[in-house]
């Protein structure tokens, strides 16, 4: 692995992303639509948190039949995207190093990173997905 190489090479720029007063039903939707696993959820353009794939898990109900709607909207009306999300999380900025990236991954219990600009901006995510891809 070249050490040198920026995560702005190997992260997903054109982000799927959510704004922190969006819905839990936003979130599965997005989710289903693009096959994804790890969404950033913003205030403005900057990133406030992350919300999973296993987040919203924690707030499903087991077993229930995906076309009883009326029952997944009441719980997911119980929470908030604030909520649910994870917040105070790591970030990259676009020109860490993929090396920086997978220390990080590799030690914490994140499976995604944003990542941001000098202001905060979020600009791309690069998951553990990519990481493997590039390696």
Do not use: C, W
């Not at 190997?10 to 819905?23: E, G, H, P, Q």
């Amino acid at each position: 692995m070249k050490e040198k190489v920026n995560v702005s090479v190997i992260m997903t720029a054109n982000v799927v992303k959510l704004n922190v007063n969006d819905s839990l039903s936003k979130v599965e939707s997005l989710f289903r639509e693009h096959k994804i696993r790890h969404i950033p959820v913003v205030s403005g353009s900057n990133v406030v948190g992350v919300v999973s794939y296993t987040d919203l898990l924690k707030i499903s109900i087991p077993d229930i039949d995906e076309k009883d709607e009326f029952v997944v909207s009441t719980v997911y009306n119980m929470f908030s995207l604030e909520q649910v999300m994870t917040k105070n999380v790591k970030t990259l900025f676009f020109y860490d190093t993929i090396k920086t990236a997978a220390e990080i991954l590799s030690t914490s219990d994140f499976r995604a990173l944003p990542v941001v600009d000098e202001k905060n901006n979020l600009v791309g995510i690069l998951s553990t997905t990519d990481l493997i891809k590039y390696l």
